[in-house]
């Protein structure tokens, strides 16, 4: 299946997830290709990025933005090129990064939309260039605040963030310790991405490779994990380190709390006898006004091969659901995008 | 039981407590007259600091400071006057702010000392002016920038930090919040120090009462306490709330932990997706070079009547653990003081 020039695809949210996500969650309908009135144009999607956080949108719990409402489409940040347009400043051609969600086509009025021109790669907007090497760079050096000589540890190392946030952390001379799921990423993080270790989380002794591999202690553990990553974070943190804390990939999928003992005063008394900074963030609205300082540094550290980064790219729209369990279960391999329709 | 002029008493550490304290803890020894070198003083205590830091102290378990040995003297800070000197920049006389601990004497090299000169209650050295208060400065300030029209929440109310934080918050134009316990404690933190309410920790509804005070949700929790108040505190929390760190009353005498479910993950998720800040600190270590400031700034507040304090003073070395006991059960009413020696 691909996209067809009369008629629209969307994937819409058919049941709410009990646990991890399935197939029966997920839902592809199909509709008549929308029509811009003045003012609007027709933008068709490129590429869909599929990031962790969607997850949290599929619950109806209580979290920082809304849920997907049941029957409406998925929604997601993309690259699309304007197909018509009724817009005094938008063209016929030009690519603009949105957030039309999992679907061929959307209206806009240009409501939020950047235009991407000069990008070697357009996908990179979904991925080192937007949101996820955003998140990691602010994180990273304003709540993380890494000094030259210090040990940074990042979860989920070949991932979208982690890489980022470990590759700015060596660009400001910080030992950096990544952790992966498997062999073949650890391997990745340290010869391509030039981490100083990567620890496989699967291995039976984790925690104490992690403790070699942190001999003078951990100063930075930018979070983005959670669950056993962090268990074995805890008692590693040096006094005065700092804790910035993006997701918890690891509970997303949880159904309740885990047994106890209730260890909720392990962490307050860790925060407070070493003095610990932990902060949430959410990175548009804590540090939306600092988008354009990000992209022009990034930029140029891409462009002098500072930053390297690694997509795993899926082809077709009716294969993000699966592709989206995968993300959560770790198989991607590199910034997970959909390749939804022909550039 | 009094000072003597010819011997030295102290209270030692005799063992170390399983829970809460008893007297069995301590034992109180008496020894020769200490004798000053050349370069040296002899200081005698007439006010000992009790602080629940102390707690922690006691106990062996890794922290942030050496646990006092087994047989030393209890550490605290005191303001002692200088009875002779052999030291060129002290003379008899003088009112000095220091750390002699426990006991009716001790020698001193200068080295930490600080000179006490017109200050109307020299006591005050060790609250409004001392460590308290300035845990309540820099917390609320430095770490829970307080907005005025935002709410501010802090337990142990008419407590040595608590009081202070709260006139703080005041001064800044925030709607504040105490907890403490009782009907008494209550009435003063509202009547004699201006908060807009104060609730009752030992009330059934406790929890439903702070939720009520707290119509617009919380935005800096300064957290001194602990157990069922920070509980209760979480829900209500603000995105973008601060929560400064600096004490756990509530959790120092517990001898493990609380049965489950394991709720780590549920301070995680309210940090992440509230994107809340909360940071321990401890205050000289990490403001140590901003005293100065506290001080100035603090002596203009109290000359100007706009912060108020209170003081429950118990008389004579030897009842020392006994208070201290009380203070961790919460029976003292204001700043702990031990009166060990007449003025």
Redesign the interface.
Same mark, same amino acid.
């Given at each position: 299946m691909s996209q067809s020039p009369s008629m629209n695809r969307s994937i819409v949210l058919q049941s709410r997830p009990h646990g991890a996500p399935t197939d029966a969650n997920f839902s592809l309908q199909e509709s008549a290709m929308p029509v811009p009135q003045d003012g609007q144009m027709l933008l068709r999607t490129l590429y869909l990025s599929l990031d962790p956080y969607m997850r /949290?949108r599929m619950s109806d719990a %209580?979290?920082?933005a809304a849920p997907v409402a049941l029957g409406a489409t998925m929604i997601g940040a993309t690259v699309a090129r304007v197909e018509t347009s009724r817009h005094p400043d938008f063209s016929v051609g030009e690519l603009v990064l949105g957030f039309n969600g999992w679907q061929d086509y959307a209206l806009s009025d240009g409501t939020g939309l950047r235009k991407l021109a000069g990008l070697a790669h357009p996908s990179s907007a979904l991925g080192v260039l937007g949101m996820p090497g955003f998140t990691a760079y602010m994180g990273l050096l304003d709540i993380g605040q890494p000094q030259a000589g210090e040990t940074v540890v990042v979860a989920a190392a070949s991932g979208a963030v982690g890489s980022v946030v470990g590759q700015i952390a060596k660009l400001k001379g910080c030992r950096v310790v990544g952790v992966a799921g498997g062999a073949e990423k650890c391997r990745y993080v340290v010869e391509e991405l030039g981490f100083d270790a990567c620890i496989d989380h699967r291995s039976p002794d984790f925690a104490a490779q992690l403790g070699a591999a942190c001999a003078k202690g951990i100063d930075v553990y930018f979070?983005n994990v959670?669950g056993a990553v !962090?268990d074995a974070v805890l008692p590693l943190l040096n006094?005065?380190a700092r804790v910035p =804390?993006? /997701? &918890?990939i690891a509970?997303y999928n949880?159904t /309740?709390?885990? %047994? /106890?003992? *209730? +260890? =909720? +005063?392990?962490?307050? +008394?860790a =925060?407070?006898?070493? +003095?610990?900074? &932990?902060?949430? !963030?959410?990175i548009f609205? *804590?540090y939306g006004d600092r988008y354009g300082e990000f992209f022009a540094q990034m930029s140029q550290w891409l462009s002098a091969g500072k930053i390297k980064f690694r997509e795993d790219i899926v082809d077709g729209l009716e294969n993000a659901p699966q592709a989206f369990i995968g993300l959560l279960e770790g198989k991607n391999f590199g910034k997970l995008v959909i390749r939804v329709g022909a550039d």
């Open positions: /949290g %209580a979290s920082y979070e959670g !962090f006094a005065r =804390l993006c /997701g &918890m509970d949880a /309740g709390l885990p %047994a /106890g003992p *209730d +260890r =909720l +005063r392990v962490l307050t +008394r =925060l407070l006898t070493k +003095r610990i900074k &932990m902060q949430g !963030f959410i609205d *804590d």
